[in-house]
C-alpha cells in the first residue's frame, strides 16, 4: 500500500520575479523563537549556522525586511516581520490541512486500488477532530487502507445513509441541548439498521489570545462591539452548538461581529485567532493550546462514528473496533487535552445515543 502526502506552502516573489519558499524557513524560524539563538535553532534542523543563515537572509532580500533582531539578554527573536511570516505559514497550513489530508487520501486510494484492487477501503466521512486524525494515522501504520473525507456532521450522516461511507463521525453535547443536536441526524439513521461507536468524550470551548487580552468570560462577551469572532461553516455540529449556545444567555448572533464567517476545522479557528485576525472562536481545546491560546471550556460532549450494524463483525469494521478499543491508540487520544477516551470502542443503540442515558 502506498501513502500520498499533499501539503500546502507559500512562496515569496519579489518584483524582479525571484521566489523563496517558506517550507524550509518556517521551521528554522520556529525554532530560532523557541531557541533564542540562530545556531541552536540550525543544530536541531540538522543544518550548518551558514546554510541556517543564508535561509534567513535570502528570504529576508526577498520580503525587504529583517527577520530576526537582537534582544539584550535574550539572544535572538522574530522581528515582527518574522513572526508574521511564521504565523501566515501556520495560518496557511491549518486553513487547509483537513482538505489536503482528505486529497491525499482519496488520490491514494485511487491508486491503491490499481495495485491491489481486491483490497476495499474503509471509508470515514467525519466532522474534523483529533481522534479522528488519530484514528486514521494510527489505520495507515496497520496498513489498513483508508479513505477519509473531513464534512461537516450532516453531510457525513447522510452520505452514511446513503451508503456512500463505512463510518460517519459526529458528535453530540452532554447537556440539554443533546436531544436538539441529536433532531439533526436521527431521521438519517435507522434503529434497526445503524449503531453508534463511541470515540472519544471531549471538551468545546472558546479559544482567546494568551492572557485573555480582551478580557472575554464568557459567550456572552461575543455581543461586544470590540470583540471579532470566527465561526465554523454552517452544517457542522459545532455551529448546531454555538447557535443553541448563545441563544440560551440570550445573544443575537447577528449582533456577534464576524458570525458569518466559516472556517471547516477546530484548528483553522485556533490559527485566524493566533494570527491576530479574530479575538475569539470556539473548538476543542487541543487546537487551542498548538497555538498557544488560552481555553475557556464551555461544553462537553461525546464523538461518535455511526455504521451499519451488520459490518460491527465484518472487516475492515471489526479491525476498527479492536483498534479503538487498545490501549496504544486509548493513550494516544488520552495525551490530547480535554479528551477522555474512557468509553472508547463501545458499541451505543442510536436510542441510548440520542438521550445519553447510557453515559
Known amino acids: 500500500m502506498i501513502k500520498v502526502e499533499c501539503q500546502a506552502q507559500l512562496v515569496v516573489r519579489d518584483v524582479q520575479g525571484r521566489e523563496a519558499s517558506l517550507t524550509d524557513v518556517v521551521p528554522l524560524l520556529a525554532l530560532v523563537a523557541e531557541e533564542g539563538s540562530i545556531a541552536q535553532a540550525a543544530q536541531r534542523k540538522g543544518l550548518s549556522y551558514r546554510h541556517a543563515w543564508g535561509l534567513l537572509r535570502d528570504l529576508e532580500e526577498r520580503l525587504g525586511g529583517a527577520l530576526i533582531a537582537k534582544a539584550r539578554g535574550r539572544g535572538s527573536v522574530l522581528s515582527e516581520l518574522g513572526e508574521a511570516v511564521l504565523r501566515s505559514q501556520r495560518l496557511c497550513t491549518e486553513r487547509l490541512s483537513g482538505n489536503l489530508q482528505a486529497l491525499a487520501s482519496e488520490v491514494a486510494s485511487d491508486l491503491n486500488r490499481w495495485l491491489a484492487p481486491d483490497v476495499q477501503d474503509l471509508r ?28 461537516d456532521s450532516a453531510d457525513a450522516i447522510t452520505a452514511l445513509a446513503r451508503g456512500e461511507c463505512d463510518l460517519a463521525g459526529f458528535h453530540l453535547p452532554r447537556s440539554d441541548f443533546r436531544e436538539a443536536c441529536a433532531d439533526a441526524y436521527r431521521n438519517w439513521l435507522d434503529p434497526q439498521r445503524h449503531v453508534l461507536i463511541h470515540l472519544t468524550r471531549r471538551k468545546q470551548g ?47 448572533p447577528e449582533r456577534v461581529n464576524g458570525y458569518a464567517s466559516a472556517e471547516l476545522t477546530h484548528s483553522a479557528i485556533a490559527a485566524f485567532v493566533a494570527s491576530g485576525m479574530a479575538d475569539v472562536g470556539f473548538g ?22 455511526a455504521c451499519e450494524r451488520a459490518q460491527l463483525e465484518r472487516e475492515p469494521l471489526a479491525s476498527v473496533l479492536q483498534l479503538l478499543r487498545s490501549a496504544p491508540f486509548r493513550q494516544s487520544v488520552a495525551q490530547l487535552e480535554g479528551y477522555d477516551p474512557g468509553e472508547c470502542g463501545s458499541v451505543v443503540p442510536l436510542g441510548a445515543g440520542w438521550s445519553g442515558r447510557v453515559l
Open 284 to 305: 476543542v481545546e487541543p487546537a487551542a493550546h498548538h497555538f498557544g491560546l488560552d481555553f475557556i471550556p464551555i461544553a462537553d460532549e461525546d464523538y461518535y462514528f
Open 124 to 151: 470515514i466521512h467525519a466532522s474534523h477532530g483529533y481522534a479522528v486524525a488519530a484514528l486514521v494515522t494510527a489505520l495507515v501504520a496497520d496498513q489498513v487502507p483508508v479513505e477519509i473525507k473531513y464534512r
Open 206 to 252: 472558546l479559544f482567546v489570545g494568551r492572557g485573555n487580552p480582551r478580557g472575554i468570560a464568557g459567550l456572552a462577551d461575543l455581543s461586544r462591539g470590540d470583540i471579532r469572532f470566527v465561526n465554523r461553516q454552517p452544517g457542522s455540529g459545532t455551529r448546531l452548538l454555538i447557535d443553541l449556545l448563545l441563544t440560551r444567555v440570550g445573544v443575537d
